[in-house]
């Protein structure tokens, strides 16, 4: 089985629909998402159209717990990322059904057992990165794949027999390549690709402009490693 993983959207529409047409071409048969549908920038809605037309599971992720008021965030913060404005203009629908999804899930699929997080099966606000020292703790869980998002860095590694899954980000990479990020796994064969697939970004940086957001926030979507 053929399983698409994204994470971190954060209301960027462009690069989650340039991740679907992807999908599409490579036959997914199922997308996970580890959360964070918000946040940053303003398309949420335009989002949320294009992932509920798919067979998604998805958990929550911290910002959209911010909104939904289930974590505390200071208002520097709460501004900082756009939580304000993004409770403005979020459709009732697209609410309820954000406000209905977990922070956690643990399922089978594809044959094989699979806990769907945000920052850690812990923590939904701790970072997990390829370099960081304790990764050897998920070999501990009753998993054979654990999949994680928050990073914005994509990471493959495999801790005993459990394989750590984090796609990257389709809406704000931060590994310094501005394609959008996703990861595909082949259950029959536990491996992992991980995805860069290029979109308008330039056009979304002029709207993001246009729009008045700050410069910092649109920069970051065209950052390289050259920088």
Request: proline share 4%; glycine share 8%.
């Amino acid at each position: 089985m053929r399983i698409g993983v994204i994470a971190d959207i954060h209301g960027n529409s462009s690069g989650l629909s340039a991740v679907f047409a992807d999908m599409e071409r490579l036959n997914i048969e199922h997308i996970l998402i580890a959360g964070d549908f918000v946040g940053y920038y303003p398309y949420v809605n335009e989002a949320f159209s294009l992932l509920r037309s798919k067979n998604v599971t998805c958990v929550l992720g911290n910002h959209d717990c911010y909104l939904l008021d289930r974590i505390s965030v200071s208002e520097d913060l709460r501004l900082s990322y756009k939580l304000d404005y993004i409770e403005r203009i979020i459709s009732e629908n697209n609410m309820e059904w954000l406000s209905g999804l977990p922070v956690l899930r643990r399922f089978e699929l594809g044959g094989l057992n699979w806990i769907l997080c945000h920052g850690s099966p812990w923590s939904i606000e701790e970072y997990i990165y390829p370099d960081s020292s304790d990764l050897e703790r998920f070999a501990e869980l009753e998993a054979d794949i654990v999949v994680m998002g928050h990073s914005h860095i994509p990471m493959v590694h495999r801790a005993g027999d459990v394989l750590l899954v984090n796609p990257g980000s389709c809406g704000q990479p931060r590994d310094y390549n501005p394609l959008a990020s996703y990861a595909v796994v082949e259950t029959e064969i536990r491996e992992v690709e991980i995805r860069r697939v290029p979109y308008d970004v330039n056009t979304v940086c002029k709207r993001l402009a246009e729009e008045g957001y700050e410069q910092e926030l649109i920069d970051i979507l065209t950052r390289t490693s050259g920088e």
